[in-house]
């Protein structure tokens, strides 16, 4: 697969996952090898929300390959603040660097950034919706510690709804064969629509349930998130939420002796302490592997001929009725849509375009 920007988790194959990681399993074993591997090249961070990890692991990930680093943690010091679109901010950008890093609040500022970018654009997440990213890191820790992805269990628990990490991670493990999956979320965030519908349209299988505890013992994978606070729009809602799933080491008892708890980090509440010391816990070396297949990424992006950036565009005006996709905001973006179960949906933000409404 021909990958030039990474903005959709839609576009990794297991091939092309597979291959990637291969790359990667050499740089975890003779990082040496790749000092110079990027030697000249520069990475741009835009960071428009805020990040410690997924920004920090880019960074060093491009600085062990040899290459250098600029951007951004807080738009408040740049042209953004004066009212720059983010297309001018990404040409300008990208005639600077020889790859974009971006992560946005706004659903589908990945996919709209990388139009205007002649350089390999990278999602770091982009609102509520897509953290391709975050899925590698957790496709490699699987491999790392299973030897492979195919052929387990998987519970995803919390914010399904709002957490980004979880929707791109069912719709890249729904590729790999003989995935079960358990959402474990209560009603009010489960699993939106359109990633429930990609499962549906691939032929894989899903149980929602709400409690943790009874669900445990069937699952190879045990994915835990936070309740994502700072999408709730109503904070009463966030306070009904908060503190609903919690893993102690008690509710591990009846668990499988080679469970792997992962957790994409930051953790508030939701894996207690306890935890931390059972061999089954995996999440502090997933954000390690992260580094390593950040650096197999960079690495192929950069190292994979230029394009320039495409211009032919139905620019007929529309606006999509998410409130939180990126043509809120970026009103000049070209209208684009793709189908999915036979019906039509907004390419940025995935959302049914019988949701969009003409501009006036
Ligand atoms: C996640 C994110 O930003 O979506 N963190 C990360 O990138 N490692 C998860 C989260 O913030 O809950």
Sequence with gaps: MDVRHFVSIEDVTPKWFMDLYSVCRDMIQNPERYVDACRGQVMAS???????????????????LGGSVFGFSDPS????????SLADTIRMV?????????????EGAATAGALYSEVPLINAGDGGHMHPTQTLTDLTTICEKRGKVGGITVGLCGDLKNGRTVHSLALALAQFPNIQFKFIAPREMAMPGYVLDALREQGQRYIEVTNLESSIP????????RIQKERFTDPLEYERNKGLYILTRRKLDRAKEDLLI???????????????GDSRAAYFDQARYGMFIRMA????????PRQAASTAYDLTPRVCGNDRCITKTEEYLPNLTKGRNGETVCSYCDNPISRWVKKT
């Design 218 to 225: 069937q699952l190879d994978v045990l994915y835990m998130t």
């Design 77 to 84: 010091g740049t042209a953004v603040a004066k009212g720059e």
């Design 94 to 106: 990208s005639a600077y660097a020889d790859a974009v890093v971006m992560r946005s609040p706004f």
């Design 46 to 64: 835009l960071f428009f929300e805020p990040s410690t990890r997924t920004n920090f692991s880019f960074q060093t990930a491009m600085m062990r």
């Design 262 to 276: 992962m957790h994409p980090l930051p953790r508030v509440d939701e894996i207690s302490p306890d935890v931390d």
């Design 297 to 304: 990424l960079l690495y192929r992006l950069i190292h994979t």
